[in-house]
């Protein structure tokens, strides 16, 4: 099966569109998928690369772009979510557990229905647990793990990662040193990942 | 025949990829499209979204990312071209005399193969002198209207439009008050012109 590493951040607007799509279109391919959540906050301030918090003209674009997306790949749009979340980075490390466990997609795709469909903050503890309940994980356990040591500087080191890649945005998927940045791209990735000969693993 | 205006700039980098495409597909799809270029450096400035000359990061990865792109679409890539050209606007106000005469497409594709394959800057009076020859064109007379105060005030009001339809960037596609940004939404933002009902023309 060919590898595909998905970077990414848990506050990402567009990553919505990936998150729900990523798993089905990754198995169609016979492609395999690590999530690597990072701090992409570090990468926008170390590279003046802020992509929409002070720009509301195309921040007004990327709500109404992700609704007619939304729309074109069948998933539910609650419309326009609070922005930015998970200031804390709470839940960017329940993902690097989860990835690290095995049940990524199953928490991310909770966690970002939490947001964008009850325009709650998977930042905040509560919103975090019922999501981790919502799957049938131990939330007291996974946020314990979260808060570790290991979990910090795991955060800390795929941020790293990214950068050494030349990553400067979410969601962006790699295969090998090849990068392909944002959502209209996961099909191009697949393809390339499928493509790819020195990346098979067993 | 349904409508869809085009709104662009003469040294935007992923609109080659547009320029390429866009006539072949919108005949596909019958719906008529109207050039407009427009001084989207001036709405760059005024929204505090320089998109690339300040991020090198994020310009290495659109380089290879056009590079790709075009070999999917089967477009020629001669390398990294010059960037960025046409400061002069000369190129731009062509563009307008050219939408206006009903030859864009001839004209734009004609100087961006001058930038992309020969890496020359099409706001050079010489290539675009030679853009126009090689389409059949008087140079002389086509650049003399392009200086002229009519095509001077006509960019500066299309500036205007794209400022009040909210576009922030080039290429972006126009359907009524719809807006679709980047080439990457093209065949979006042609289906959507296909669907829309009140944008009829005879």
Redesign the interface.
């Known amino acids: 099966m060919k590898r595909m590493e998905f970077f990414f951040n848990y506050g990402s607007t567009y990553s919505y569109l990936t998150i729900m799509r990523i798993e089905k279109l990754a198995a169609q391919a016979e492609v395999s998928v690590h999530w690597r959540p990072f701090n992409v906050r570090t990468l926008f301030v170390e ?3 802020i992509p929409f918090r ?2 509301p ?2 921040a ?2 990327m709500w109404r ?1 992700i609704e ?2 939304a729309a ?1 790949f069948g998933i539910e749009w609650g419309g326009i979510p609070p922005y930015p979340v998970d200031k804390s980075g709470l839940s960017n490390r329940i993902g690097i557990v989860a990835s690290d466990e095995g049940w990524a997609g199953e928490y991310t795709r909770a966690a970002y229905r939490a947001w964008f469909l009850e325009h709650k903050d998977f930042g905040e503890p509560e919103v975090a647990l019922a999501a981790l309940q919502s799957i049938g994980k131990d939330p007291k356990l996974v946020i314990a793990r979260a808060d570790s040591d290991e979990i910090h500087q795991k955060f800390a080191a795929q941020t790293g990662e990214a950068r050494s890649l ?4 979410v969601p962006t998927f790699v295969i090998g040193k090849e ?4 959502d ?2 996961l099909e ?1 990735a697949l393809e390339w990942a499928q493509k790819s000969a020195e990346q098979t693993e067993v």
Chains 1, 2 share one sequence.
Do not use: S
Request: aromatic share 16%.
């Open positions: 590279q003046n690369n002070d720009k003209v195309k007004a674009y772009d007619r997306r074109k030349g990553i400067f945005g990068i392909f940045w944002g209209d791209r191009d």
